[in-house]
């Protein structure tokens, strides 16, 4: 199968002993892998452009001046992780935007908007934060000047790391009329009911901390307990009351955890003097998660009142949860109900590039399973049947779309939630 060997060939660029990838965003194994895609863009007929903060477009045209069904996901991975998360969306939409392209050839599909393939530049936010970061310059949320200036741990730049692998682009995005992404799900649920499509609703909300703590450099072997100013002590107790938190409240209502974590100086005889961390705690109810926070934040408080160290609250993001569009939802179902796949209706808890894309067009996003809910893991596995069904789902999906199923001017549901953006 072509598709199941490209994917192949594209998990080979950053890929580990134990088979996953590791392919942070803007760096050389990132590079090759968009080298590999815009190949596959010029031997499929369709034009590559590269946005200002490196979004890669593969379009083509059916209409002229029309705007454009975007399909895609991101080729950015976190470290050590699994080589389908993102790159699977984009491969896949290669593949369904080119049968679309050729039904429309034939005559099969008339097309009322074109089409273009995107791969959006850093979706994972490991090596430059925040996430969801070429989708967010997309729909106006982040500043494309600002986000060239964001630095990695070693200080280098969007910008320079961009123009480093040659993907710092100067082309206009094109119009957006909607959306779709397909993705593996990431949690179990779909394996579990062995259902072949994750049809998703709305997503999980979020909300993202990056906190420090600042204590006072001295001799761990010399200075008396009572003179400590231990940063790494004061870190400790918030990253355990992070995952205290998650106890408060029913089983599986909230998740918490510390992903990142840095000790200065990081010496074996100096007592910590400060500790950058980062914190993600989620939850599918707006109030449990509001909840949350407001313990959390009196955790903190209560860290920084005892005296030993000071904490700061460097940034604290929101990422709500919101619904993708019904008629969206509703064109996925009878897709797959024609094509006589499973399906069932279902929340993302991760974040996506559509949970951007969703504030500006109607979106569909489509899962396919994960064994055993794997993620952000080597061990990350999907099916190869799996991937298949996926991309013959995204290309029936597309082809309604391009057909003008939905898109056409704005939808009530968008025109009502201006406000909230
Ligand atoms: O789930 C996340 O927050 C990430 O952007 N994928
Ligand atoms: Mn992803
Ligand atoms: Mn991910």
Redesign the pocket.
Known sequence: MAFLDDFQTMSSFGATAAGGVHREAATADDGRTRRFLADWFDRHGFTTTVDVVGNMYGTVEFVSGAPYVLVGSHLDSQPTAGKYDGAYGVLAAAYAAHEVAECVERGSVTPQFNLAVVNWFN???SRFSP??MGSGVFIGKFDADDILKVTDRRGVSVRDALSDIGFHGGSTPPDSVSYAEIHIEQGPILEQEGTTIGIVTANWA?RKYSITVHGEQSHTGATHMALRHDALVGASRIVLAARELTTRFPEQALLASVGEFDIEPNSPIVVPSKVTMAI?IRSSDPDVLEQAHAMLLAAIAAVDADGEVQVSIDTSAL?PSTSYQVEGVELAEAAAQDLGLSCRRMLTM???DSVNLKDIVPTVMLFVPSVDGISHSEKELTHDTDLLDGVKMLAETVARMVRGEIGVGRSSELAGMEGAR
Do not use: N, Q, T, V
């Open positions: 979706e994972e936010g996430s969801l979020a993600d990422r991760a974040g996506h």
